[in-house]
C-alpha cells in the first residue's frame, strides 16, 4: 500500500530551525519526483521546493530562497525538507508528494502534477 509519512513538524520559534522528513512506503522514491507544499490557513496550497529523480533543485516559492533546502536519501526512502531562519509566515501543514515524472513540473499549478499526497505535518513558527 503507498504510504507517504511525513514527520518533523512543530512549535519553534523565529529564527530556529526544523527539518521535515517525507517517508515513502509501497513505492521506491528513487523513481519519482518529490515536492514540498505547504497550505497556511485561509490560504491556498503552494509549492516550496521540488527535487527530481537525478537530485535536481527546483524552487517554487521566492520567499525560503537561501532558508529552505530540499535533499533525498534513497537508501532511506525519504526526502528531506530542511528549514532554517524560520520565520511566523512560514507557519503551515507541509504535505509531500510524489510525481511519476523525472523532473519537477513548472507548469502552475504544480500541484496537479502530484499524483500521491501525504497526510501533511503542521509547522508552528511563533514566539
Known amino acids: 500500500q503507498l504510504q507517504l509519512v511525513e514527520s518533523g513538524g512543530g512549535l519553534v520559534q523565529p529564527g530556529g530551525s526544523l527539518r521535515l522528513s517525507c517517508t515513502a512506503a509501497?513505492?521506491?522514491?528513487?523513481?519519482?519526483?518529490v515536492g514540498w507544499f505547504r497550505q497556511a490557513p485561509g490560504k491556498e496550497r503552494e509549492g516550496v521546493l521540488c527535487?527530481?529523480?537525478?537530485?535536481?533543485?527546483?524552487r517554487y516559492e521566492d520567499s525560503i530562497k537561501g532558508r529552505f533546502t530540499i535533499s533525498r536519501d534513497n537508501a532511506k526512502n525519504t526526502v528531506y525538507l530542511q528549514m532554517d531562519g524560520l520565520k511566523s509566515e512560514d507557519t503551515a501543514v507541509y504535505y509531500c508528494?510524489?510525481?511519476?515524472?523525472?523532473?519537477?513540473?513548472?507548469?502552475?499549478?504544480?500541484?496537479?502534477?502530484?499524483?500521491?499526497w501525504g497526510q501533511g505535518t503542521q509547522v508552528t513558527v511563533s514566539s
Open positions: 508528494a510524489v510525481a511519476p515524472v523525472t523532473y519537477c513540473p513548472i507548469n502552475r499549478p504544480v500541484s496537479l502534477r502530484f499524483d500521491f
Open positions: 509501497g513505492i521506491s522514491l528513487d523513481y519519482y519526483t
Open positions: 527535487i527530481n529523480t537525478s537530485g535536481s533543485i527546483s
